[in-house]
């Protein structure tokens, strides 16, 4: 916003050296000279008494030393305020990502919701999932993330204290190595898992695995059924290096690059969708309508 051969004068005038103030300004001697004679050319001034000793100040250069301190201070305010301008018409979105709660949901429908939010604007927060995080984050969305992506059911909602709303409903599947020999198939029977080991995240997390789980032990299949507390990368690495099957759902199929995703002959789904607090803040609230529109129309 101004000339910064300024902040090259500033330096020059305070260090009384052309090279001294070269070393400060991380340039060279004949750098900083060429900056100072262009400045005394463009003002028509002369700035610096050059003597043997070093540089003074003339008494142009002295009222362009106390002026220019103004013109800096002044340019960063005004840069200041039109960031701040800007930002008041923006409503920034801070959304979780995690390899379990991807943010690519809101890739298709980002531009449609654009266009009924103008002002919106996504901001990206990572964090680890872990057990501790995952239901600190989820009882305290709206402080440092607004919304998230997820599988859940009401009570799921509940023992977390949020919210959430449908996207879609993710039957589930069957997770294995790219070189596990049922890789290759379409789709996958139950016969198909006899005498495999599915892994499936432990009971209370969602009513569909739950169920899933009973149907699988009262019909006295020959399929072995571990179930694990929480979902995490670890879970898709034991998949990949130990042959065994994970059960989950496409939003997680890119979590590990080895490890493909087959659908299986049942009828088992959970509802997935955005994640929120149950009273969100008003330019969170009109994103979500805005999807909400979004998705009705598709």
Request: charged fraction near 25%; aromatic fraction near 6%; hydrophobic fraction near 40%.
């Amino acid at each position: 916003m101004y000339n910064h051969q300024l902040d090259t004068f500033l330096q020059v005038a305070d260090k009384g050296s052309f090279s001294k103030a070269a070393v400060d300004l991380y340039i060279s001697p004949t750098a900083v000279i060429k900056q100072m004679n262009l400045l005394e050319a463009t003002l028509g001034v002369t700035l610096f008494n050059r003597t043997h000793r070093g540089l003074t100040l003339t008494a142009a250069g002295k009222s362009l030393y106390h002026d220019a301190k103004h013109i800096i201070q002044y340019c960063g305010e005004a840069a200041d305020r039109a960031r701040q301008a800007e930002a008041a018409g923006r409503h920034v979105v801070r959304v979780g990502s995690s390899p379990m709660t991807p943010s690519t949901f809101l890739t298709s429908l980002w531009p449609s919701v654009l266009k009924k939010c103008p002002g919106a604007t996504i901001k990206l927060v990572t964090f680890e999932n872990t057990p501790e995080n995952a239901r600190r984050i989820l009882a305290n969305l709206g402080e440092d993330i607004d919304i998230v992506a997820g599988a859940y059911d009401e009570s799921f909602l509940a023992s977390r204290g949020c919210a959430a709303m449908e996207l879609s409903r993710e039957p589930l599947r069957v997770i294995m190595s790219a070189s596990h020999p049922l890789a290759g198939s379409e789709e996958l029977t139950l016969e198909d898992l006899e005498g495999q080991r599915l892994l499936v995240i432990q009971r209370g997390w969602n009513r569909e695995t739950d169920r899933l789980v009973d149907d699988v032990r009262t019909g006295e299949r020959d399929i072995a059924i571990e179930e694990f507390p929480f979902i995490n990368v670890d879970i898709f690495n034991r998949c990949e290096e130990s042959g065994e099957l994970l059960v989950g759902i496409d939003p997680w199929r890119d979590v590990h690059p080895l490890l493909v995703s087959k659908p299986v002959d049942w009828d088992y789904a959970l509802p997935f969708g955005i994640l929120h607090a149950p009273e969100p803040t008003p330019h969170v609230r009109q994103v979500l309508e805005a999807v909400a529109e979004v998705t009705a129309q598709d």
